[in-house]
Each structure stands twice: as structure tokens, then as C-alpha cells.
């Protein structure tokens, strides 16, 4: 009967042993499964991070293209304006000029001498700029 008892005892005890260790093995792979999901994550994370960093960096160099592009265009106006600006000194030179070459013409009795026009030096010429500014 004893025997018969401890073996029933051990028979019960090697049965929950095996359901414990079924149980630790269900958890276990469950564990497994979650590690495998959470490394996929992380993997997929990096990935996108590693995509924005590179998006970062070709915005920052487009940044820096624009701003570029944007001083040699701002630097080609600059010049631009100062081109028309003595475009338009001699333009109106040349207004003069002629309109005293009309006066000349249109009065041959008193035969008058064109004056030439004077040439401003260009400390006079930046002078002048700066008071149009």
C-alpha cells in the first residue's frame, strides 16, 4: 500500500512537473514570438530612422543649394541695378547733349558753341548715387 501510495504521489507529482514544464514551454515560446515581434520593431525603427536622417540631410543640402542660388541671384540684381543705373546717367547725358544740339540748330543766327558735357569723377558719381538713395 505505502508503495503503491509513494508511487501514486510520484505519478502525481511527474504529471504536474510535465504540466509546469508544458506551461514554462508555452511561455517561454510565447516570450520567443514577442522577442522575435519586438526585434522586427526595432529593425523597422532603425530603418525608418536611419530614412529620416537621410531625408534630413538632402533637405539641409537643398537648404544650402537655395541659399546659394539665392546670393548669385540677389548679387546679379545688385549688379543689374547698377548697369541701369549708369545706363541711365548717360542716357541722360546724351538727352542734354542732344537737346543743346536742337537749341544750336534751331537758333543758326547767334551761332552758339556746344559745351561739352563734363565727366563726373566717380567720387562725384557715388555722390550722387547716395543722395538717390
Known amino acids: ?7 501514486a504521489n510520484r505519478l502525481s507529482q ?6 509546469a514544464r508544458a506551461g ?23 530603418q525608418t530612422a ?7 540631410i538632402l533637405r539641409e543640402s537643398d537648404l544650402q543649394d537655395l541659399q546659394q542660388r539665392y546670393k548669385e541671384a540677389m548679387a ?7 548697369l541701369l543705373s549708369r545706363l541711365e ?8 547733349y542732344f537737346h543743346q544740339l536742337r537749341e544750336h540748330q534751331a537758333l543758326p543766327a547767334k551761332r552758339q558753341t556746344i559745351t561739352p558735357l563734363k565727366r563726373r569723377s ?4 557715388l555722390t550722387k548715387k547716395a543722395k538717390r538713395t
Open 1 to 7: 500500500d505505502e508503495q503503491a501510495k509513494l508511487a
Open 14 to 19: 511527474l504529471e504536474e512537473a510535465n504540466k
Open 24 to 46: 514554462l514551454a508555452k511561455l517561454s515560446d510565447e516570450r520567443q514570438a514577442r522577442i522575435e515581434l519586438l526585434t522586427t520593431e526595432l529593425l523597422q525603427a532603425r
Open 50 to 56: 536611419n530614412l529620416s536622417t537621410k531625408l534630413h
Open 76 to 82: 546679379a540684381q545688385e549688379q543689374q541695378r547698377h
Open 89 to 96: 546717367e548717360r542716357l541722360q547725358s546724351a538727352a542734354q
Open 122 to 125: 566717380p567720387a562725384q558719381r
